[in-house]
């Protein structure tokens, strides 16, 4: 029996299934889910000592790789002063300031302790603003767990949100109007009908929860436009794509101008850090300042906060987004070739460090209903190919993949020396 093995029944004995996230659990793909003991730059070693390559930097966090020296110092440093104080630290506008300068259309910001937290308190805030209810997301795109999120598509795509989870009330349900991602002629039909009814849009610019789906031409700009003809506020949920696509964001990369920002992940480097920002006679209804209340017992964090200023001072060093978007062209790249020469349906889509790879005959993958009908069984065996060879991938198929500075051009080489062997297998069946 393995450690993790040990370890994971351990756990189920206190903690439900195991974990403290589902996808943690490998439900998706089978097999036990690996423990991990210690993680430093591209690798993590599970509580057996094996290494392994890691394309999943925590979901996305480490884009400078895991255990920063300097960022584990700022950590270090900032601790002996005292973990939490419950009142307003200096560090908290310095990052403030950072976020507001480096993300466009963020005067002010608001600092939470998860990305939940903030898709949570920024749907409450259109709400607030619009004078409005209803709240309009895409199927396949995941913006935490809060009840208003965890909705999905009625029977037909026009009809009126079904809870995703038990606990989450019908009447609540009702005010979630889930579209299709990527269809601009539905948005377009929805907002004829209803457009004055929704406080805002939310979405995953680059969905990075249904594997990675980039936005086509057309889509983010239909978005904006609906947005402006109705009254609605527009949310970019950039929790995974901020600090990972482009040091600015989504809303560079794309030229496309949001109402509110909501950012995690990158902006805490590994630390628990969420925030939301945006348009400042928006962003003033916030509590103290406004009526819309909000609040955090561990908000703005100093720990956190010190892990944040510090990994983002490094992402300033110059080429740093130009080489990583690079390896993770030469990764993709790699892969749809192996893939093509061994005869195996495949395609591969990737947005700056954000990447995603598909078990299809589709050309390109755009929308849910695609992702779903990919080849899972396969995906699942390439996953545990790739395990079983020092290669850790997101444990299902609608993950996302990350790039981190850290994976040098050996890292890379040795993962496609092993995705070819692991091809090799699935054509031996
Ligand atoms: N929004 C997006 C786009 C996410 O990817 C996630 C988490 N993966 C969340 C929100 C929720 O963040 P958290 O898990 O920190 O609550």
């Not at 004995?13 to 889910?33: D, K, L, W």
């Not at 009142?87 to 993300?103: D, G, H």
């Not at 009809?159 to 009447?171: D, F, M, Q, R």
């Not at 086509?216 to 978005?223: A, D, H, K, S, V």
Request: with cysteine.
């Amino acid at each position: 029996m393995s450690r993790s093995e040990e370890l994971f029944s351990q756990a189920q004995h206190y903690i439900p299934g195991g974990v403290n996230s589902p996808v943690r659990a490998f439900r998706s793909v089978g097999g036990t889910p690996i423990f991990f003991e210690k993680a430093q730059g591209a690798y993590v070693w599970d509580a057996d000592g094996k290494r392994y390559v890691d394309y999943v930097q925590s979901w996305g966090p480490m884009v400078l790789g895991h255990a920063h020296p300097e960022v584990i110092n700022a950590v270090i440093e900032t601790a002996k002063f005292g973990l939490s104080f419950g009142a307003p630290t200096e560090r908290e506008t310095t990052l403030a300031e950072k976020l507001c300068s480096l993300i466009p259309n963020m005067d002010m910001v608001r600092f939470v302790s998860s990305g939940t937290e903030a898709t949570m308190s920024a749907i409450r805030l259109a709400r607030a603003f619009t004078k409005r209810d209803k709240i309009v997301k895409f199927e396949g795109c995941y913006h935490g767990h809060s009840d208003s999120l965890l909705i999905k598509a009625g029977s037909g795509a026009l009809t009126l949100g079904v809870p995703s989870s038990p606990g989450v009330p019908a009447v609540l349900a009702e005010h979630t109007i889930t579209l299709d991602y990527n269809n601009i002629q539905q948005v377009r039909n929805y907002f004829s009908n209803h457009g004055n009814e929704i406080a805002c849009i939310i979405v995953e610019p680059v969905v990075g929860n249904m594997n990675c789906v980039p936005p086509i031409p057309g889509f983010l700009e239909c978005l904006r436009e609906v947005c402006d003809q109705s009254g609605a506020l527009l949310i970019f949920d950039e929790v995974m794509t901020g600090f990972r696509v482009g040091h600015k964001g989504a809303q560079a990369h794309y030229n496309i101008k949001a109402d509110i920002i909501t950012l995690g992940k990158v902006i805490g480097g590994g630390m628990p850090v969420g925030a939301f920002g945006g348009r400042r006679d928006v962003m003033q209804m916030i509590a103290p300042s406004g009526p819309v209340y909000q609040a955090g017992t561990l908000s703005g964090n100093p720990v956190a906060m010190a892990a944040g200023l510090k990994t983002l001072e490094l992402l300033e060093q110059s080429d740093f987004y130009k080489n990583l978007s690079a390896r993770t062209t030469q990764l993709v790249e790699g892969l749809q070739k192996l893939a093509d020469e061994a005869g195996i349906p495949f395609t591969t889509n990737h947005v700056g460090s954000m990447f995603g790879f598909f078990f299809t005959s589709e050309k390109k993958i755009t929308n849910f209903k695609q992702v779903m009908a990919c080849d899972i069984p396969l995906f699942n065996k390439f996953f545990h190919g790739l395990l079983k060879r020092g290669v850790y991938l997101a444990p299902a198929s609608y993950e996302a993949g990350f790039m981190s500075g850290a994976h040098t051009d050996e890292d890379i080489q040795n993962t496609l020396q092993a995705a070819k062997e692991v091809f090799a297998e699935l054509i031996a069946g």
